[in-house]
């Protein structure tokens, strides 16, 4: 019988998603789930991740919550095709992780470049959490627990995926075949991998407050655009461009296609020749963004849309996320249920060890 395809992805509820989020992944888990390619698909709030770096708010992981689970209903995520959960309703992960951090060493950890950038990232240097610190053996369970064959993200997160696919090697190679190797699927478009700030920083952060979030109103889009960082360079209008690392341009790359030259600057016919026009001078910034804001406008109208559409019943979408988890526990259990049984501290359910242990001590 074939493996079934299964999709595993998440995020942290630490705040609304952003354009970040949405080009990174969102937009690709939303065709990925009605391509019809894949047999399952579980997208998770990781709200027990969230906590690790959280500890002393989880106040503003719990108000989060809600805020994630409405963006991905915005953004077109289908309850009927997609399994939506809540991490920490599934117990079956932390124990899961509890036998994978017997797999791993401290020193791989440490070598992790992702972890190795978030504890920079956040000054936490030798007083860094231990749930932080293991966060990638938390992933793996995460992976594995629902038997992911793919897992969408961006490419920071390949280290992860390496790590959780360590994981797998080793239990299959002590236990036998039990746990999925997860491959990871990363976005298409190379300007979708890591978008920048609209200060042209590398990451769009809550806290740099450079981010254009999907919940965003439209005058929030327009003003966000309109200081987004280009060429410093570009000062008067004939002067050439620089497209390199010119956020206007990284994100009309990400986002820009053929026909929306045709709705909204026909002077171009593509990409390429607004790109040759900005270089060799005699276009200026605020031309480019208005057309950026044109693109981005139509592009998030219909998730704010959707988005308010379903503000208007908050109570549902508990309840979608209650019938998600429950889905999730299930399949989660049934793993775990393997993985005690391959790890043989399956106690109760194993009738030949009992059989076997009362002939041993009738013979003696």
């Not at 109103?217 to 004939?238: G, L």
């Not at 406008?297 to 019938?323: G, H, N, S, V």
Request: glycine share 4%; with cysteine; net charge negative.
């Amino acid at each position: 019988m074939a493996k079934e395809k299964i999709i595993l992805t998440g995020d942290r509820p630490t705040g609304r998603l952003h354009i970040g989020h949405y080009v990174g992944s969102l937009r690709r888990r939303v065709e990925l789930q009605n391509s019809g390619l894949y047999d399952k698909t579980f997208i998770f709030i990781a709200d027990a991740q969230a906590l690790t770096d959280n500890m002393d708010n989880p106040e503003k992981v719990r108000q989060n919550v809600i805020e994630v689970a409405l963006d991905y209903l915005a953004c077109g995520l289908d309850p009927t095709k997609s399994t939506i959960f809540i991490q920490s309703q599934i117990p079956e992960l932390c124990e899961l992780s509890f036998y994978y951090m017997d797999l791993v060493t401290v020193s791989r950890l440490q070598r992790n470049p992702t972890v190795k950038t978030e504890i920079q990232m956040r000054n936490f240097e030798t007083s860094i959490p231990v749930g932080f610190f293991t966060y990638p053996i938390s992933q793996a369970a995460d992976i594995t627990a629902f038997k992911a064959t793919t897992v969408p993200v961006g490419e920071d997160q390949e280290p992860m995926i390496e790590q959780a696919r360590e994981i797998v090697r080793r239990f299959n190679h002590i236990y036998g075949e039990t746990l999925v190797e997860p491959e990871i699927l990363l976005p298409d478009n190379a300007a979708c991998l890591r978008l920048p700030g609209t200060d042209g920083k590398a990451k769009m952060s809550k806290s740099l407050g450079n981010c254009i979030y999907l919940s965003d109103s439209a005058d929030e889009v327009t003003k966000k655009i309109k200081s987004m960082y280009t060429d410093p360079n570009h000062i008067r209008v004939e002067d050439p461009g620089q497209i390199e690392g010119n956020t206007v341009f990284t994100y009309l790359d990400a986002f820009c296609r053929p026909e929306h030259f045709e709705r909204y600057w026909n002077d171009y016919a593509n990409l390429a020749e607004l790109k040759a026009h900005y270089q060799r001078g005699g276009l200026g910034d605020m031309k480019v963004k208005k057309f950026l804001t044109a693109i981005m406008q139509e592009e998030l109208e219909p998730i704010r849309t959707r988005r308010k559409e379903f503000e208007q019943d908050i109570p549902a979408i508990y309840d979608m996320l209650k019938k998600g988890c429950e889905v999730a526990r299930e399949q989660a259990a049934q793993t775990l249920d393997e993985v005690r049984r391959a790890m043989k501290i399956n106690y109760f359910d194993d009738a030949e060890l009992i059989a076997e242990q009362a002939r041993k001590f009738k013979a003696e």
